[in-house]
């Protein structure tokens, strides 16, 4: 027999025992050289020493029945065991799986609801900041307004003093006049002498009160002028007083939508915090399903440890089979040797 067949018969043995089937791949690697047919017929042959040492038990025929019931219902049992945790424990993980998937898909609806959110936020906050503009903007409208008004006013009461100076200068000479008129008569009641130059007085009294009609006429007409463009600047200031108002009203109205604003963005950030916290929820819920999966792992791993163990006490009970075979064997010799020496 070649260091071949020896070599890939001794690989197989050990593969076997350690609980592989041996193949003509798996005896190559071992050994590290070899043809594979040489391997091939080698594992044949090693196959069919199996055989036949099954086929020929050195166990008494008391024993082997037993004994391969007993093997069997081990065997089946230590099966029926493993399948039946390896299924349970193949449900939890699919069921965790499925749950981890859920987990992660709700995760993924969350944030991309929180990134909802926040951009309604920001368009929030950049309608707010418009606002604020057009308020300030609006304020220095009003501004302007008031200053204007302030000017309009001022004008009304330098015409008022104008129109008050006026009327003052007209009573003036009106007194004056009526002044000049009663010492011209009490100049011709005492001096008839002085009739000419009282005559000539008159005259000029009356060239006086022609001046001061016409001066009293001219007065009469820039203060109807005055009183015209008076009531020109008042309708002015009333309609600007009323564009002030509506200015004031629209000012009001944005400031109640600022107000509004600002509460549904108070709003939107709770729902932002609220949301944060079910995600956090959801992070502390993905750690524990992580731990109870990695608990499941370490129960697996425990599980093929005792399948490790079972295989070991397999071989135990194996060694213990062939140090039973090896004990009725002996002792099948000694009943022999006495049975010859009670012949002899």
């Known amino acids: 027999m070649s260091t071949t067949r020896i070599l890939a018969k001794e690989a197989a043995l050990k593969l076997l025992q350690n609980g592989e089937r041996p193949t003509a791949d798996r005896v190559r690697n071992a050994i590290g050289k070899g043809a594979q047919q040489t391997i091939l017929s080698a594992l044949d042959e090693f196959w069919g020493e199996i055989g036949a040492r099954l086929n020929d038990p050195r166990l008494p025929e008391a024993l082997l029945e037993p004994m391969n019931a007993l093997w069997s219902q081990a065997v089946t049992e230590a099966g029926r065991q493993w399948q039946s945790e390896k299924s349970a424990l193949e449900e939890r993980v699919r069921v965790l799986e499925t749950e981890l998937s859920d987990v992660k898909e709700a995760l993924t609806g969350t944030q991309t609801e929180l990134r909802q959110r926040e951009a309604d936020v920001r368009v929030a906050q950049v309608r707010i900041s418009e606002q604020t503009e057009l308020l300030a903007e609006h304020a220095e409208n009003i501004k302007a307004l008031q200053e204007e008004s302030n000017r309009f006013v001022s004008q009304r009461d330098q015409l008022n003093e104008l129109l008050k100076a006026e009327r003052e200068g007209r009573e003036r000479d009106q007194t004056a006049w009526l002044n000049e008129i009663d010492a011209a008569r009490q100049t011709v009641k005492a001096v008839n002498a002085e009739k000419d130059k009282l005559s000539q007085m008159l005259s000029e009294a009356r060239d006086a009160q ?42 009001a109205e944005q400031l109640r939508q600022i107000q509004r604003l600002e509460s549904e963005i108070a709003q939107k950030q709770d729902a932002i915090t609220e949301w944060k916290d079910a995600f956090q929820a959801k992070e502390e819920e993905l750690d524990a399903l992580s731990e109870s999966s990695s608990a499941i792992r370490l129960q697996i791993e425990r599980l093929g440890a005792e399948n490790q163990v079972l295989r070991e006490e397999r071989e135990s009970q194996r060694s213990n089979q062939a140090e039973i075979e090896q004990f009725f064997l002996q002792a099948i010799e000694r009943l022999g040797e006495k049975t010859r020496d009670n012949l002899s």
């Open 210 to 251: 022609v001046r001061q009609d016409l001066l009293l006429k001219h007065t009469e007409q820039a203060c109807a002028e005055f009183k015209t463009q008076l009531e020109t600047t008042r309708t002015q200031l009333d309609v600007k007083n009323q564009a002030h108002e509506r200015l004031l009203a629209e000012s």
